[in-house]
């Protein structure tokens, strides 16, 4: 094990008096000694510390979203009936994304609460079935969409409601303007 050179001892002096200790011992940083120490060249840099960057908070997905217990219950058991079907068999991705983004703009405007979301199942199988694109897609869609925040939540819609192939998008309130 080698031992620190002049320049990494007092950096290392440095870096030390800024470490608080787990315990709760009061440790005494050890003086510098002057006559060892090694004046910085100009081409080194000063240490700066900088507190560490506070990770962003990530966004509640948007099939985690919460409800109350009594639309949970409510879409459980299917009593719901939906304000507005999309219905999305036979579309591509492209034209699937653009019904989507068009029918919640509508059904926002309009004041609906609940939407059925018809994907269709996921087909299961070796490629080249290329079925269950946009089954796949649709979560990731619904949460970068321009309406994410007007969506309270995101459940599997009822057997009466087309079951695994379709979804509940519970849309938030508006505010009523007078």
Do not use: C, F, N
Request: proline share 10%; charged share 30%.
């Amino acid at each position: 094990m080698r031992s620190l050179s002049p320049e990494e001892a007092e950096l290392w002096e440095r870096v030390a008096v800024t470490i608080r200790p787990l315990s709760r011992e009061t440790v005494e940083a050890k003086p510098v000694d002057k006559a060892k120490r090694v004046l910085p060249t100009p081409t080194a840099r000063p240490v700066t510390t900088k507190p560490p960057p506070t990770p962003p908070r990530r966004p509640v997905p948007i099939g985690e979203k919460t409800l109350d217990g009594s639309w949970d219950k409510k879409l459980r058991s299917g009593s719901v009936e939906p304000d507005r079907v999309l219905d999305l068999h036979g579309m591509s991705l492209d034209t699937a994304w653009s019904a989507i983004d068009r029918g919640l703009e509508q059904a926002i405007a309009r004041g609906d609460r609940v939407v059925l979301l018809i994907t269709g199942h996921h087909r299961r199988g070796e490629p080249p079935i290329q079925r269950g694109r946009i089954r796949a897609a649709v979560h990731d869609w619904l949460a970068a969409s321009r309406h994410a925040g007007d969506i309270a939540a995101v459940r599997g819609a009822h057997g009466r409601h087309g079951g695994g192939g379709s979804l509940y998008l519970i849309l938030r309130r508006q505010p009523r303007h007078l």
